[in-house]
Structures are given as structure tokens and as C-alpha cells.
């Protein structure tokens, strides 16, 4: 979703933004509908960003829909609520912090923390410790945090 978000926030070129989001929106709903681990992830990060007021543009709604029907017409996991409650503050902390803390504070250290989201990382790495989580789920997830990162980087060398 970087990608997808930097070429409508940066580029303003929506059909591409979407075309990008609803690939993202494919891929995470098929991880989410096939393992109970990943849809604890992107559904905690899907309404911790909603919550957090991020779902603001045409090609995020597209994104929103596409994840929710293949989700839906597949099927979701069950999931345990307290565990996908835990996950959805710690995205929701994530993306609070990630547009706060800078204003908050000078503290590099938190400014760091909140600037590469690490809340999610941290809990999603105590699920794992505490046998909620497969330990590969939190080696998937920095895969995954670390794309974000890249897809960011890559958008700035190609535009």
C-alpha cells in the first residue's frame, strides 16, 4: 500500500494508485482468508487504519471493498477477539504515534519507534514468544513491514 499511497498522495494519479491497492487488497485477503495468523495482521491493520482516519482517498475505498468481498465470499478464520483486539490497538498505536510523536517530542529514540511503526512489531513478536503466534508469522510480518520500507524507497528513485 506505500506504493499505492505515494502515487496518489505524491503523483495524484488515482487509476494507477488503485490498480496497485487492489493488488495489495488480493494478496492480503488471501493471506488473511487462508491463515488465521495473517488475518489477525491485516485485519487489525485494515480498521487500526481506519480507525486512525487513513482510509482517506478513492483508491484506499476501492482497496477496502476488494479485501472485504474476497474476505467475505471466502470465508475469515474464527478468530479469538482479545487477541484481535490487541493487535488492532497496536496498529492503531502504530498509526496514532507514527503522526504524533514527531509533534510530541524530540526523543529520537520514540520518533524512531513510532516513525517505522514498531508496536505492531513488538506485539506481534510477544504473540509469538507466548505460542500465540507461529514465530515464521513475525519472520512473514518484518518481511512484510520491511517492503513498506522498500516500495518507499523505490517510489523515490523511480519519480
Not at 495473517?38 to 479485501?67: E, M, P, Q, S
Not at 503466534?133 to 524507497?153: H, K, P, Q, R, T
Request: glycine share 4%.
Amino acid at each position: 500500500m506505500k506504493y499505492s499511497d505515494d502515487l496518489m498522495d505524491i503523483n495524484n494519479n488515482l487509476q494507477l494508485a488503485s490498480v496497485v491497492g487492489v493488488l495489495c487488497a488480493i494478496t492480503s485477503a488471501v493471506a488473511t482468508v487462508y491463515n488465521a495468523e495473517a488475518a489477525y495482521i491485516f485485519l487489525a491493520i485494515l480498521i487500526g487504519n481506519f480507525l486512525a482516519l487513513k482510509v482517506d482517498g478513492i483508491h484506499h475505498i476501492i482497496t477496502l471493498i476488494v479485501f472485504a468481498i474476497i474476505s467475505i465470499a471466502i470465508g475469515i478464520p474464527e478468530l479469538n477477539l482479545v487477541i484481535l483486539l490487541i493487535c488492532i490497538l497496536a496498529a492503531l498505536s502504530d498509526e496514532i504515534g507514527h503522526e504524533m510523536i514527531s509533534k510530541i517530542t524530540d526523543n529520537k529514540f520514540l520518533n524512531l519507534f513510532f516513525e517505522y511503526r514498531f508496536v505492531m512489531k513488538v506485539v506481534i513478536f510477544a504473540l509469538a514468544i507466548c505460542g500465540v503466534f507461529n514465530i515464521w508469522i513475525f519472520v512473514c510480518f518484518l518481511l512484510f513491514e520491511l517492503s513498506y520500507v522498500i516500495a518507499g524507497m523505490i517510489f523515490e528513485k523511480v519519480n
